[in-house]
């Protein structure tokens, strides 16, 4: 690791710790030539899946996109999108697979909403679906109720 004030390409680490969210170590170096202090940051690379799109072309996974979709089904609603959207990268990093299809990617989304909250997973699915009607909406809500009761 070179020094960033003089450029020395030798450090020791002085301190090494987690970071506050458990995703980094924080570690602190003295360079060896002028005694300065700073810090750096080790985390995980994580790669990726390429997401197969329904007309067949391929674009790498975006948490961010993912995630502008959850925060929209999830508005007012009592549950936190960015936690669903960690726990599904999450799952893709996990994965051996390096590629997935647009579908299983929603039907995880979908899992997950409909654990955790029935009138977001019906605001999702009825984009992630392509809703065209009234009857299409009260066609999932009456399957969602059939579960529920059963």
């Known amino acids: 690791m070179k020094c960033p004030v003089c450029g020395y390409g030798e450090s020791r680490v002085v301190d090494s710790r987690p970071s506050s969210d458990g995703t980094s170590i924080r570690r602190r170096r003295e360079c060896l030539s002028c005694r300065r202090r700073f810090t750096t940051y080790e985390m995980v690379?994580?790669?990726?899946?390429?997401?197969?799109?329904?007309?067949?072309?391929?674009?790498?996974?975006?948490?961010?996109?993912?995630?502008?979709?959850?925060?929209?089904?999830?508005?007012?609603?009592?549950?936190?999108?960015?936690?669903?959207?960690?726990?599904?990268?999450?799952?893709?990093?996990?994965?051996?697979?390096?590629?997935?299809?647009?579908?299983?990617?929603?039907?995880?989304?979908?899992?997950?909403?409909k654990r955790l909250d029935p009138v977001a997973y019906v605001r999702f699915a009825s984009v992630y679906r392509e809703f065209n009607d009234v009857e299409t909406f009260i066609e999932e809500i009456r399957k969602l109720q059939s579960e529920t009761d059963g």
């Not at 007012?76 to 999450?90: F, L, Q, S, T």
């Not at 990093?93 to 899992?111: C, D, F, K, P, T």
């Open 45 to 113: 690379d994580v790669v990726h899946p390429v997401v197969i799109k329904r007309d067949g072309t391929r674009e790498l996974f975006d948490k961010n996109k993912l995630l502008v979709g959850l925060i929209k089904a999830c508005e007012k609603r009592p549950i936190k999108a960015e936690v669903i959207a960690n726990d599904i990268e999450a799952s893709l990093a996990g994965s051996l697979s390096r590629e997935i299809q647009s579908s299983e990617l929603g039907e995880m989304v979908l899992v997950r909403l």
